[in-house]
Nanobody, 115 residues
Framework: QVQLVESGGGSVQSGGSLRLSCEAS????????MAWHRQAPGKERELVGT???????NYSDSVKGRFAISRDKIKNTVYLNMNSLKPEDTAVYYC?????????WGKGTLVTVSS
């Protein structure tokens, strides 16, 4: 059974930084891509960025230049480095993984940015 577990959320002041992690675990899994999404209070879930296991990344315009996604293929872990955080980045951040053509979601981790 595949499990995704996010960690690293918390509270930070505007302009600060946080690093989120998401580890995919399961028996003989083969990750092809992972992504970060977020959902702010009262809003729909939105894509933050994606990374293929080959290392190609894409970001939403709202985080481009401030956030960076990386991955550790051996640990089946993806990271989201968030810099220059703004209050509007406040959200629950979810990771998603595509494994053998199936998408799996984590339960999310809360990031709160205060002004």
């Amino acid at each position: 059974q595949v499990q995704l577990v996010e960690s690293g959320g918390g509270s930070v002041q505007s302009g600060g930084s946080l690093r989120l992690s998401c580890e995919a675990s399961g028996r003989r899994i083969s990750v092809s891509a992972m992504a970060w999404h977020r959902q702010a209070p009262g809003k729909e879930r939105e894509l933050v960025g994606t990374i293929t296991w080959g290392g190609d990344t894409n970001y939403s315009d709202s985080v481009k230049g401030r956030f960076a996604i990386s991955r550790d293929k051996i640990k089946n872990t993806v990271y989201l480095n968030m810099n220059s955080l703004k209050p509007e980045d406040t959200a629950v951040y979810y990771c998603k993984a595509r494994i053998f053509g199936v998408e799996y979601w984590g339960k999310g981790t809360l990031v709160t940015v205060s002004s």
